[in-house]
Nanobody, 116 residues
Framework: QVHLVESGGGSVQTGGSLRLACAAS????????MGWFRQAPGEERTGVAL???????SYADSVKGRFTISKDNAKNILYLQMDSLKPEDSGMYYC??????????WGHGTQVTVSA
């Protein structure tokens, strides 16, 4: 059974930093991509950052140069380092894992709030 558990969210002021972590267990060997997604109140969930099994990363334009996604394969932990945070970065952040071409497994999320 797959479990994804996020942590590290909180409240910070504009310009601050947070580091999110996602502890993963039970992932199938077929998993090739993991990512972080954000959902603000009243909005759809959108992709923030992705990382492939070979370490290739991609980012939403809004976070490029400020966020860094990384993975500790030995510990099965996915990270999202978020710097220079802005109020528009606020939302619930979810960790997800791909399987069979779609993001099948999701965590319950961790809340990030950035105040002006």
């Amino acid at each position: 059974q797959v479990h994804l558990v996020e942590s590290g969210g909180g409240s910070v002021q504009t310009g601050g930093s947070l580091r999110l972590a996602c502890a993963a267990s039970g992932l199938p060997y077929s998993t090739s991509c993991m990512g972080w997604f954000r959902q603000a109140p009243g909005e759809e969930r959108t992709g923030v950052a992705l990382i492939d099994e070979d370490g290739t990363t991609s980012y939403a334009d809004s976070v490029k140069g400020r966020f860094t996604i990384s993975k500790d394969n030995a510990k099965n932990i996915l990270y999202l380092q978020m710097d220079s945070l802005k109020p528009e970065d606020s939302g619930m952040y979810y960790c997800a894992s791909e399987d069979g071409g779609s993001f099948t497994y999701w965590g319950h999320g961790t809340q990030v709030t950035v105040s002006a």
